[in-house]
Each structure stands twice: as C-alpha cells, then as structure tokens.
C-alpha cells in the first residue's frame, strides 16, 4: 500500500489550487477573449508536462507499480473527458455562451467538479476499504456502461440538469449576458446571469460522468492519492482541450467504440480482483497487472484514433454532427427575468 504523509496531501492540494489561481491570474491578465489552437496547444502542453513529471516521480519515489497505476489512470481519465466534451459543447450552445467567455465557463465549471469528485473519491475509497463486494459492484456498473456505449454510441445523460432547473426555480434570473458576471441587478433586483447557470451545468454534469470514470479508475488502482491526482491532471487540462480538439471531436467517429472497449476490460479486471479476494476465485480468476492493463488502455486508444480518422478521410459524410445536435439541445434559462 502507498504510504501518503498528511503533509504529502496537503503540499499535493496546495500545488493544485496554485495552479488553478496562476490559471486565473493569466486570464485575468488577458482578458475575455477567444481562445486560439496555438494558446490551447500549449496549455495542454503544458499540463501534459506536469501530470508525466508527476507520474515519473511518482515512479521513482512510490515504485514502478505505482507509477504505472498513475499513467493508467490519467490517461484513462483524459480519454473519457474526451468523450465528455461533446456534452460540454451541447451545454455552451444550448445557452449561447460568447466564445470570449467560453474559457471561463469552463474553468469555474471544472473546480466545482474537482471538488465534488475528491468528496466522490473519498466515499468510493471508504466502501472499497470496508466492503470487498465494491469491486463486484463497480466491475458489474462498467461492463454495463460498456455495453451501453457499444450498442447506442453514447452515454445516457438526463439531458435536464436537475441541479440547474432548481436553481432557476429559486433564484431570480435573467436570459442575457452582462459580461463575465454570475449576478447583476435589473431594474432594481439582483439577478443571476446564464454565467453562473452554466458553470453549475458543466461542473455538475462532470460530477455524472465521475459515476463511469471514478469505478473505472479504481479498477486500476486502490490508492486514494492516486486515484485524486490521476482526476485532478485529467481535470485541470480539459478546458483547453476543449478548444484544441474544436474541430476534431466530430471526426472521432469510433471514440465511444473504443471507450467502451476500455470500461469493459476494466469492469472484468475489478471483478477478476474482487473474485482473488475470496479462495474460491484464486483457482480461475487470472490476475491482470498494471502494465498489462497501461498496455491495453494505449493500444485501443491509438487504434480508436486511428480508425476513426482514415474512416472519415475515406468517407467524410461519416462525421458526427455536433453542431446539429447543439442546436437541438434545450435552452435551460427562461425567456424573462422574474
């Protein structure tokens, strides 16, 4: 087991949080503004660089079995966001977001998911420690995601955000942007703008695609430390993946194809585990390692890209029409302020 001083924790989250405000600062510094492929290139870069620095230390200081867990878990995170940016950019049209307000949005948005799922990680962490049948649980919750994902292409999502409507319902709010502001007062009264509505929309959709990536990644590793970390680098370079990857998205015909492919190898690997933790299974259940379990993650992974793009090269009537579904896709905010 990986042995993690508090003051380890507190150094890891006090890194994290410097990051998120030297994220602010910049952008503050800059101003709205809309985001270009050369800046989103090298903020991605950039936060690439941190999380394979962190796995290579991780490497040298925990082991190799650890690092390892590491470089599976954040690259098995980061690809599922991937998959999650199609529901984010439903989510920035459905309420019309300016562009120039886009990278804020989305900053806010994943904070508050950073947040929610380090409180996800920590229950998650508890029942798996206390009750072995977890791994049943979350292995069988995955082999059905997965099955969903290969059959209908996508996730099921309620495409109402339960959390936004309740808002709306108790807050006075109003259709129109006034800036980067989340609240402003109209003809007297204090009213919330769609900027806080949306940041609610994004952060608390992430926190429904935690219920697939969470299990997923503790069927790679047990460690709390590392199950946090590897979300909190997934997380953090997400937002300007979003901007890198506009364009291509809709190329990726064959990502679901893949992801699913990738839950259901790990939904059998955490029911393989829960299996050697009675004497009845150690006789059948083979045991998955690490590396077996890195090497398989990157190689659909690459094949997925890779047969998604020669795929619409051949044939690019094959894309997927994000734009059509983003227009389709309900507004959330009323018409009139009240």
């Known amino acids: 087991m990986l042995e993690v001083p508090t003051y380890v924790w507190f150094a890891t989250i006090g890194g994290l949080v410097a990051l998120l405000l030297f994220d602010l600062a910049v952008a503050a510094k800059k101003g709205p503004h809309k985001i270009t492929t050369g800046e989103a290139t090298r903020w991605v870069s950039f936060y690439v660089a941190l999380a394979v ?72 962490a508890a029942a798996i420690e206390r009750f072995v049948f977890t791994f049943f649980i979350f292995g069988a919750f995955l082999i059905f995601t997965a099955y969903k994902l290969a059959t209908t292409g996508e996730e099921e999502h309620d495409s109402e955000n339960k959390l936004v409507l309740l808002m709306e319902r108790l807050l006075p709010t109003t259709r129109e942007y006034h800036g980067s502001k989340v609240m402003v007062r109209v003809d007297g009264k204090r009213v919330v703008t769609p900027m806080l509505l949306v940041m609610i929309a994004i952060g608390s959709t992430d926190l429904l695609f935690a219920l697939d990536s969470i299990p997923a990644i503790f069927g790679l590793t047990k460690e709390p430390y590392i199950v946090f970390t590897a979300n909190a680098f997934a997380l953090m370079g997400l937002r300007q993946l979003y901007f890198l990857l506009d364009g291509l998205l809709d190329r990726l015909i064959y990502l679901s194809k893949g992801l699913a492919v990738i839950l259901g190898f790990i939904g059998v690997k955490l029911t393989f585990h829960a299996a050697h933790e009675y004497s009845w299974g150690k006789s059948w259940a083979p045991d998955i390692g690490t590396f077996t379990s890195l090497g398989v993650i990157v190689t659909v992974l690459a094949t997925t890209v890779l047969l998604s793009l020669r795929a619409v090269k051949r044939d690019p009537s094959l894309v997927k029409a994000t734009a059509t579904h983003a227009g389709e896709a309900l507004a959330h905010v009323p018409e009139k302020s009240h």
């Open 53 to 124: 620095a962190f796995g290579i230390g991780l490497w040298f200081v925990g082991g190799h079995e650890y690092g390892a867990q590491f470089f599976a878990g954040y690259i098995t995170e980061y690809s599922l966001s991937v998959d999650n940016l199609f529901i984010f950019v439903i989510i920035m049209a459905s309420f019309a977001v300016p562009a120039v307000h886009q990278h804020k949005v989305l900053l806010f948005g994943i904070v508050l998911a950073l947040v929610l799922r380090g409180i996800f990680i920590a229950l998650g």
